[in-house]
């Protein structure tokens, strides 16, 4: 069964960074669009970033400038690079794909 496999989350202090990787068990050039989303306790899930191409991206307001979403086709990896973490940016990260379910998630905690 194709999968979407989301890591690189954890516990960073303010103003630290992290890496999220999402990996597809199939070439990712075949799953249709991707975007990363988050999911706040008690907040509806929203999205985060949208991979256009290798020059284009679309991103939430309250990211932009801080976030930076990439893809390698040859590792199959969606990637969020996160910069300038804020307390706010806590949630559950996942990404999706068109063609594909919604994997489980990476939790992200910015905390003092």
């Known amino acids: 069964q194709v999968q979407l496999v989301e890591s690189g989350g954890g516990l960073v202090r303010p103003g630290g960074s992290l890496r999220l990787s999402c990996v597809t068990s199939?070439?990712?050039?075949?799953?249709?669009?991707m975007a990363w989303y988050r999911q706040a306790p008690g907040k509806q899930r929203e999205v985060v970033a949208r991979f256009i191409s290798d020059r284009f991206a679309n991103y939430a307001d309250s990211v932009k400038g801080r976030f930076t979403i990439s893809r390698d086709v040859a590792r199959n990896t969606l990637y969020l690079q996160m910069n300038s973490l804020k307390p706010e940016d806590t949630a559950v990260y996942y990404c999706?794909?068109?063609?594909?379910?919604w994997g489980r998630g990476t939790q992200v905690t910015v905390s003092s």
């Open positions: 199939r070439s990712i050039l075949s799953v249709g669009d």
């Open positions: 999706k794909a068109d063609f594909l379910d």
